[in-house]
């Protein structure tokens, strides 16, 4: 009974480093500015994607807070370029280490309650995530509303794609490496039927603050490859979209089996941003719309229809 | 596991790799043939604005007005050929607050690599604006941009050979501080000369908790940057500090109460959010019996309020507030209503009412200036390329609607006070009957015309002796 | 603190719908502020654009509020019966509902809209009260009250009380829950709405707007208990009060924090509530 989903995960792994691949493969022929663009930016929700599906996706612990986690990972990267001049590595690890911490802070006093709590408080991260950060802006030393001229990972727009593409690779293969270990299944356990599980004597509580408090420090990751493609640390990191997309696309991938969310990811984030500023207005209402169809109808996203 | 379904789910991967890949690229292709080709005769100027918004369209309303008043008379000649100006648009919605600053990104990024437009001319909200920026400078792209905040010169001046292709066309917030205190400082003399009734002595301050006002308001209380001067100046400053986009409760009324209890006689605000209708409709509905130094009267509120400026079809702050705005002062700038700033305010003026039935508002006579000057300096230059036309507009002195338009060494718009400001701060005053009226310019600020006393009276003109 | 008082009047009546809905149904409406929003929405549309007057167009829209939240609460409940998902379904419609009011009405612009109540104030043990203000917190707790009393006292009430403690139960007793739920469904949605119709005109109506009435109810029910409505008004007056002391003594934005954090240490600690422990898991 193990044999075949790991043989789904190898086949479905081959096929994501190949999707991967090939994006930054296409920019470098293609060599279009905005195409490479577009790229990066569905690689940055990808990685949301991927880091809300590991987590939530297998758990059953929907985290509306992956955008608070995301913003933490823009700030820590803005304050870190601004105040020290970090190079580029070490923003990316920064903003991982405060992305985890504070996913730490939050998960820990939190996933010990049930499981609808967990939800509901998660919920209230992005609602307030702007009122922190202005509540502490003196601290912060902020020269204005955001940081500014941050560096980019690349002066070429191509080998900054190589880059994000590269690091998606490596939290590609931790995600898989993880899952198809007793860490993975105990994972599984916890979103199928987590009151099971406890009474065959297993602690769900370390696994839950493990996996949470990593993909929160995946979202900071992604905050800081969007930091350093906007040149710019600000508020709006904290926005719902950052919330909205992600879900809808480890949805449309198929919730819990993360791998399905990168072809989503550059379907739905290409579409987005070539079709942006014509029907812009209407797209996040569509979005919303498309969520609440994917959530209803096909819970497990395309793979869900012929299952 | 068998070969049957081992076949079936690589079909099916297949498939949707096809499908990603068809999709994606069809998206693609669509966009691609609405990229406009660059014909040789026409320089092409893109401008990334919020065209969901009045903001924004009025700004290309007033690009256009210049593109088509210069096209009409031949062009701009560079080198023998005759060129029109056509303006590429990419409507970044940056005007709603929970849009990411990636669409401006997006914005720029397209008209420069995919348009192919030879300027860059727009720009609204800070944070997109300081997202854009660096951008445009990588693709040494000239960009003429419209925001407010001081960081723009900084941005400039801290890399210039790397970053000289950005040159901000409106008054930084520094600069429009300088000239809103005039108002007040003249207001409280009328007042001390017997000429109107209303008192202003005891001031309170007011920012919009948002970066840019950090300038004015600082940590609050006497410690504020704000405080000496208007202290020096003769007012008695009760509560300076900042108050929040959003208040609990949902009502700013326990902040006002504050202010009646320390006899508040005037209020002066710095806002440009949204908030500020929820502010004002409270201002006007609040009890301020409590208040012994004005007699229960409102106190009189006045300052930047952006939100104030608009009157119009599509967004007018009369009804927005409900009438609670009746006897607020604002600041704008350039000619919103018919006021002679330049010689050429109110043929602008008209023109623009004339073409786009709605009031030109705090941007438009700057953006129109913009393809004026820029018009120029291609002119002197003889040369499309940024890096040429560069130095030119480095040159620029410009008359247009909204003042002189000079530049400093770190592209910042140079404003100077004496004799005259070169751009001018300009006040208006709703009045009861839900018009905005033209009170004082900082041309003539000893004079008030159609002023709102507390009492409900207008006056028809008042000169301050000094 | 007159203004801890006032507004802790109002906040019950917002939360009191959300709790009630949980107490009987066990579900918890997500959705709960957009319909708040809607409200505010769909006045503001009956003035400004088809000119309405005031009093026909407050009823028209609460009652359409009403339709529309029972609507989307059926239907979501019709496609999955998964807790989770339709928590987020409910969620998603709140964000569904916020991008189409963006759309349709402009998102970066706010109005306020006409109150029922006359514009002054009055002076209140030395602090300064709207009419508004003071009106809105006496009818809330009037409703609260009555409903508190009702459900305590009437025969309808002992229902609503006995499919709170144990569905299987009462529909053994022979009680409707059905009919139970979408009663309490209606009257929750009434109270929302009838707030709005209360707070917003003093309040701006923006496409987000449904964020902090969101807050305060869960906040609220989350203190006092989920279901518990006996402690409605005492913890509507914990989170007011605190919210107007941090707002006086530390900053004003910090309110919003302190919130949270409150909220997550009665989770922590009393994580049924005020009202005591429940059986159940």
């Known amino acids: ?307 | 596991m068998n070969q049957l379904s081992y076949s079936k789910t690589t079909k099916i991967i297949v498939a949707v790799i096809v499908v990603v890949i068809v999709v994606a690229g069809a998206s693609v292709a669509f966009y691609e043939t609405q990229a406009h080709k660059t014909s040789s005769k026409y320089i092409l100027i893109g401008m990334p604005l919020p065209l969901n918004s009045p903001i924004g369209t009025n700004m290309l309303d007033s690009a256009q007005l210049a593109v088509n008043q210069i096209n009409s008379h031949g062009g701009v000649l560079v080198n023998g050929t005759h060129y029109q100006l056509k303006i590429v648009t990419y409507d970044t919605e940056e005007a709603d607050p929970s849009i990411p600053v990636s669409n401006g990104i997006n914005g720029v990024t397209s008209l420069i690599t995919q348009d192919h437009v030879n300027y860059l001319i727009g720009g609204y909200r800070s944070d997109v604006v300081d997202a854009e920026l660096p951008i445009a400078a990588q693709y040494h792209t000239l960009y003429i941009t419209f925001g407010a905040d001081p960081e723009i010169s900084t941005f400039v001046a801290e890399n210039y050979s790397a970053n000289k292709y950005i040159f901000n066309g409106f008054v930084n917030s520094t600069n429009q501080g300088v000239q809103y205190g005039a108002l007040p400082v003249y207001m409280l003399l009328a007042y001390k000369e017997g000429l109107i009734p209303d008192n202003i002595t005891n001031f309170a301050i007011l920012g919009e908790q948002a970066a840019w006002t950090k300038v004015d308001i600082g940590n609050g209380g006497t410690s504020s940057p704000l405080y000496k001067p208007f202290e020096e100046a003769g007012f008695n400053v009760t509560y300076i500090n900042y108050f929040p986009l959003s208040p609990p409760g949902g009502s700013y009324d326990s902040l006002f109460s504050q202010l009646a209890s320390l006899n508040t006689q005037a209020i002066y605000i710095l806002a440009a959010g949204t908030e500020t209708p929820l502010l004002v409709s409270n201002w006007d509905t609040f009890d301020w019996s409590a208040d012994r130094a004005t007699g229960g009267a409102k106190p009189i509120l006045m300052g930047a309020d952006v939100m104030a400026e608009m009157e119009g079809k599509t967004y007018d702050y009369y009804n927005a507030t409900n009438g609670g705005c009746n006897g607020e002062f604002t600041f704008g700038w350039g000619p919103m209503l018919p006021v002679n700033i330049t010689s050429s305010s109110i043929p602008f003026y008209n023109e623009f009412v004339a073409n786009y039935s709605f009031n030109p508002i705090f941007e438009d006579g700057f953006v129109y200036s913009s393809i004026y000057y820029l018009t120029e300096a291609i002119q002197k230059a003889q040369n499309l390329s940024s890096n040429a036309v560069i130095p030119y507009l480095e040159q620029t002195n410009y008359t247009g609607p909204a003042g002189v338009i000079k530049f400093s060494p770190s592209h910042g718009l140079i404003v100077t006070l004496t004799p005259v400001p070169s751009v001018p701060a300009v006040a208006m005053q709703w009045h009861s009957n839900g018009k905005l009226y033209v009170v004082w310019t900082s041309l003539n600020p000893l004079t008030f015309t159609n002023v709102q006393l507390q009492n409900g009276t207008v006056i028809s003109n008042v000169t301050v002796k000094v | ?281």
């Open chain 1, 1 to 307: 009974m193990k044999i075949k989903p790991i043989h789904f995960l190898s086949r479905g792994y081959m096929i994501s480093i190949f999707l991967v691949l090939l994006t930054a493969v296409v920019s470098i022929v293609i060599r279009s500015p905005f195409l490479t663009l577009s790229l990066t930016i569905s690689d940055i929700f990808i990685l949301l994607a991927l880091a809300w599906d590991f987590s939530s996706g297998t758990t059953n612990y929907i985290n509306f807070g992956i955008s608070f986690f995301f913003g933490v990972g823009v700030f820590a990267t803005g304050y870190f370029y601004y105040s020290f001049h970090l190079p580029v590595p070490l923003l990316f690890i920064m903003s991982t280490v405060f992305g985890i911490l504070a996913g730490l802070v939050f998960t820990i006093p939190t996933v010990r309650v049930r499981g609808v709590f967990f939800t509901l408080l998660s919920l209230l991260l992005p609602l307030i995530g702007t009122s922190f950060i202005l509540a502490f802006w003196t601290v912060l030393g902020m020269p204005t509303i955001g940081y500014f001229d941050i560096v980019q990972i690349s002066k070429s727009p191509e080998v900054s794609l190589i880059y994000v593409s590269v690091l998606i690779l490596v939290v590609l293969t931790l995600i898989y490496v993880v899952n198809s270990t007793h860490f993975g299944l105990v994972l599984k356990g916890i979103g199928d039927d987590e009151s099971a599980l406890v009474t065959q004597g297993v602690n769900s509580f370390p696994y839950k603050v493990v996996i949470f408090s990593v993909s929160m420090g995946i979202a900071g990751l992604a905050g800081a490859i969007y930091a350093m493609t906007t040149t710019f640390a600000g508020v709006d990191a904290f926005g719902l979209e950052f919330l909205l997309y992600p879900m809808v696309i480890a949805i449309l991938g198929g919730k819990g089996k993360i791998l399905g969310a990168i072809p989503a990811g550059y379907l739905i984030i290409l579409m987005s941003q070539y079709l942006q500023q014509y029907v812009g207005d209407l797209t996040l209402m569509l979005f919303a719309a498309l969520a609440i169809f994917l959530f209803l109808f096909l819970p497990k996203g395309i793979s869900g229809w012929y299952k």
């Open chain 3, 1 to 281: 603190m007159i203004y801890g008082l006032l507004f802790g009047f109002v906040y019950a009546l917002i939360s009191a719908g959300f709790t009630l809905v949980f107490g009987v149904s066990k579900i918890l409406n997500l959705s709960y502020g957009a319909l708040y929003m809607t409200t505010a929405y769909l006045i503001y549309y009956f003035i400004t654009f088809l000119r309405f007057p005031l009093t026909g167009a407050i009823v028209v829209s609460i009652l359409l509020t009403v339709v529309i939240g029972i609507a989307i609460f059926y239907f979501v409940l019709r496609f999955t019966k998964n807790a989770n998902i339709f928590m987020v379904t409910m969620l998603l419609f709140a964000l569904l509902l916020q991008y189409l009011y963006s759309y349709l009405f402009g998102g970066e612009v706010g109005f306020i809209i006409p109150g029922p109540f006359p514009s002054a104030s009055f002076s209140l043990a030395e602090v300064s009260v709207s009419y508004s203000l003071f009106l809105s917190a006496v009818i809330s707790i009037a409703i609260v009250a009555f409903a508190w009393i009702w459900i305590e006292k009437s025969s309808f009430g002992r229902k609503v009380r006995a499919t709170s403690e144990d569905v299987e139960v009462a529909e053994l007793l022979g009680i409707d829950t059905r009919k139970v739920m979408m009663l309490i469904l209606v009257i929750s949605i009434l109270f929302i709405s009838i707030a709005a119709v209360l707070v917003v005109p003093s309040q701006e109506v923006t496409p987000d707007m449904w964020i902090n009435p969101f807050v305060i109810a869960f906040a609220v029910s989350i203190i006092g208990g989920l279901g518990k409505f006996k402690w409605v008004i005492p913890s509507a007056m914990i989170v007011s009060f605190s919210e107007v002391a941090s707002q006086y003594l530390i900053h004003y934005d910090v309110s919003e924090i302190v919130a949270f954090v409150i909220v997550i240490v009665f989770i922590i600690l009393f994580p049924n509530g005020l009202g005591g422990r429940k059986n159940e898991d």
